[in-house]
């Protein structure tokens, strides 16, 4: 079909081709965008063009300046108003070649820039042509698609945590200054006092049962080492993925994880911390580490271990103590002192059980939170970094009480995310009778089995999650 021969109002995007999961989302999007217009719609496959002049002159001129050499500058690129950079980079950093080898890391820059700007560039064509559009993995390339529709008015469907199936329309100042996190920010809204309590009640199950959280039911933890004595340190920092989602929540002054962990360490060092480093679970998740070769090397949680062995060999001494095993984060808080232990991280969300245990801590002001919301002593750049870093534990503050409940509450009762009831992977399995995905199963073969057996299940499950697509109002 010509797009140049239809009126705009009978299009609605996809980036995604119409299979597997995405025909339910993609599907659902379109039927909720429907609604609301009521009217019919047509599926317009999302294509890159080729980018246009004005671009590629920009382009010739970042790389005469020898911007893509700089993470900073790289990550701070804007072109006709959007963030490039900041979507481009975690596109790069998903590769963890780039950590090790500077040539493949520029050539990568130097391509994800180029398709950054096809990607804006094709955006505003196609504003002027559809009505609306469901775009996936918003924290990497595709978040330009997001960024250019909201401005010119377009409503934009996706998914990411904390949030399940979202919509939002951007109106107002917003349009000019928005970015991909404002649409998963939580707010931590006012909440009655039955809402405290309830909330109360989830918080102590989560923190009771791992499998509680979704994605972390398949790890098999190990219980803390006796043989360490906890009390000889006074900073708990916590690792998280290398890799994944580079800049979900912002740019805080550091372009991935690694150069934060790296940071972190070497200011504790010259401060003559004691510090002790907790990897993230699935850095050593025995599955994965029992894969075969080419299994492993694909896996990014097996790629997350073999960096954390690397920073672990090069800064381990006296000091320093790095943790080798996956531990239950209720487990292993078990072992510290409120009244002693600092806890360090950037943004993990851990944060909400550590806040909530009554824990000091220390974290980037680029979270899933509103910087109104108190859990953390925040910082927001790498020199109000290392003052926090500094300060004595007395100057330090505990989480607000109330704060941890509101976002715990806004977390676990929207129905439409991760832990909610109405949340889209619940209602598929519920419809389609998906038991349970496999942890490998990342082309979802199974679901696409389960599809092929029942169009009118398919079909059941397209409008019952149409009727569930949380509205994100700014």
Request: with cysteine; aromatic share 14%; glycine share 4%.
């Amino acid at each position: 079909m010509n797009i140049n021969n239809v009126e705009h109002n009978e299009f609605f995007a996809s980036t995604r081709q119409l299979k597997k999961i995405y025909r339910l989302l993609a599907g659902a999007s379109k039927k909720n965008i429907e609604k609301k217009l009521n009217k019919k719609t047509n599926f317009l496959i999302i294509k890159k063009k080729f980018p246009s002049i004005k671009f590629v002159f920009f382009f010739l001129k970042v790389i005469l300046l020898g911007k893509v050499f700089s993470s900073k500058e790289y990550i701070l690129l804007k072109y006709r108003k959007c963030k490039i950079g900041r979507y481009a980079y975690p596109e790069v950093a998903k590769n963890i070649e780039t950590f090790y080898n500077p040539f493949k890391s520029i050539i990568l820059r130097v391509k994800c820039l180029f398709l950054a700007g096809a990607i804006v560039d094709t955006a505003y064509f196609l504003s002027k042509k559809i009505c609306g559009a469901y775009v996936d993995h918003g924290v990497y390339l595709n978040g330009l698609y997001i960024e250019v529709f909201l401005k010119n008015n377009i409503r934009i469907y996706s998914n990411n945590y904390p949030k399940g199936l979202f919509t939002a329309k951007v109106s107002g100042k917003l349009k000019e200054n928005f970015t991909y996190d404002d649409l998963l920010t939580i707010h931590g809204r006012k909440i009655s006092n039955k809402q405290k309590k309830i909330a109360q009640k989830v918080i102590d199950k989560t923190l009771t049962d791992s499998r509680f959280i979704p994605w972390m039911q398949i790890v098999k933890y190990k219980k803390p080492e006796k043989k360490i004595n906890y009390n000889d340190y006074q900073y708990i920092v916590y690792a998280s993925a290398f890799t994944d989602a580079q800049l979900a929540f912002g740019y805080d002054g550091y372009a991935n994880m690694k150069d934060w962990l790296i940071d972190t360490i070497k200011t504790l060092r010259k401060f003559n911390k004691k510090v002790l480093v907790k990897p993230h679970p699935n850095f050593y998740d025995y599955l994965l580490l029992n894969l075969n070769k080419k299994n492993k090397k694909n896996n990014i949680s097996f790629q997350d271990h073999t960096m954390y062995q690397m920073i672990k060999n090069r800064y381990e001494n006296e000091n320093i103590c790095f943790l080798d095993q996956p531990y239950s984060n209720v487990k292993f808080m078990s072992q510290l002192d409120k009244k002693k232990h600092i806890i360090v991280t950037r943004h993990s969300s851990a944060i909400l059980e550590i806040s909530y245990q009554g824990f000091k801590i220390i974290s980037s002001k680029s979270t899933l939170w509103s910087e109104k919301v108190k859990l953390t002593n925040a910082w927001k750049d790498k020199n109000e970094y290392e003052k926090i870093l500094n300060k004595d534990f007395k100057k330090l503050f505990y989480a607000h009480r109330d704060d941890v409940l509101r976002v715990f509450n806004e977390i676990y009762f929207n129905e439409s995310s991760p832990y909610g009831k109405k949340n889209f992977i619940k209602l598929l399995k519920k419809i389609l009778g998906v038991k349970q995905f496999s942890r490998f199963d990342t082309s979802y073969e199974t679901l696409e089995k389960m599809m092929k057996k029942s169009e009118t299940k398919t079909l059941k499950t397209i409008n019952a999650i149409s009727q569930n697509i949380e509205e994100i109002r700014l």
